[in-house]
């Protein structure tokens, strides 16, 4: 019998191409709140069926940096914190191979606390793939 852990989102399995020591560290990550009025304001958005991804170009040579919103309409603090873990843990295995030079908010929906963490990881995995199909179409 296959035990899966409900802590680990990949079961406690190592997966191909993630190092068990990558870290989502502070340059990684959004944090001021001016960097996320910019994104609003700015930036475009890209719907998906459990969140929504706001992005805005940054200066070249500078990385990707994403950040999160996670209101309280969406749970109280227990929840919350349980879905900004599982976006982290999810932006993290999915993380561009391509450094785009991008600014990156997940708003997500509270669908998000009951859906399968392959499905969050499919869904940050395609909204990847379209913010950076259109990085690349802006810069041509």
Request: glycine residues 10%; hydrophobic residues 40%; contains cysteine.
């Amino acid at each position: 019998m296959n035990c899966v852990s409900g802590f680990a989102p990949n079961g406690g399995l190592n997966l191909p191409g993630v190092s068990k020591h990558a870290r989502f560290t502070g340059s990684m990550r959004l944090l001021r709140h001016a960097d996320f009025e910019r994104v609003y304001k700015q930036g475009r958005r890209h719907f998906a069926a459990h969140m929504t991804v706001f992005y805005l170009r940054r200066e070249p040579g500078k990385g990707l940096r994403v950040g999160f919103t996670v209101g309280r309409v969406l749970g109280g603090a227990v929840e919350r914190n349980r879905i900004k873990r599982r976006l982290r843990e999810s932006v993290r295995l999915h993380w561009p191979e391509l450094s785009l030079p991008v600014d990156v908010v997940v708003n997500p929906k509270k669908s998000v606390l009951k859906l399968e963490f392959a499905e969050l990881g499919g869904e940050i995995g395609r909204a990847f793939e379209v913010i950076q199909k259109s990085v690349e179409r802006r810069t041509k």
